[in-house]
């Protein structure tokens, strides 16, 4: 019997462009091991153009991402929720999320980057770059067999390291 992939939602606050990146990069990354979905608490409804962009150059795709409210995820069962932004780790997450293991990766939000395209493009660069390297690092870990607890101390771990 093969065992399905974990469910991971990545949570931020507007769902437009950290969440978006570590969606894309959970399911290119996790190779069937994980299926990724983005959401928000206050949904933006619309992709960061830039977000989109820093998968391009990395050769992941760009189409299918949607700025959706995490209220979408209330008949989906989520193993694990992955906050990626300081305001959506302070909020209450709905209680049908409450049996997800929860960890949180804060980021800085490159959106808000200002100066020319070469200082945002590196903006967008930098998170890819962590959020690649945290996500190489939850896959090295036997997540299938871990015990809850165990699994939430490495995600939180893994968020507070400085990359």
Known sequence: MT??????????????????????????????RFKAYSAGSHPLGRINTNALATLARHGLPTEG???????????????????????????????????????????????HTTGGPDIIEAAFEATYATLEKRIQQL?????????????????NKIGSETV
Request: hydrophobic share 40%; with cysteine; proline share 5%.
């Open 65 to 111: 991402y949607v700025s959706q409210s995490w209220d979408e995820f209330e008949d989906k069962q989520i193993d694990i929720l992955i906050s990626v932004c300081d305001s959506a780790a302070g909020e209450a997450c709905p209680v049908y999320l409450g049996s997800a293991i929860r960890g949180h990766w804060g980021l800085t939000d490159p959106a």
């Open 139 to 155: 896959l090295a870990l036997p997540v299938e067999t871990m015990p809850k607890t165990e699994l939430a101390e490495a995600l």
């Open 3 to 32: 065992q399905r992939p974990l469910n991971i939602l990545v949570l931020c606050t507007g769902n437009s462009c950290r969440s978006v990146l570590g969606e894309a990069l959970f399911n290119h990354l996790g190779a069937g």
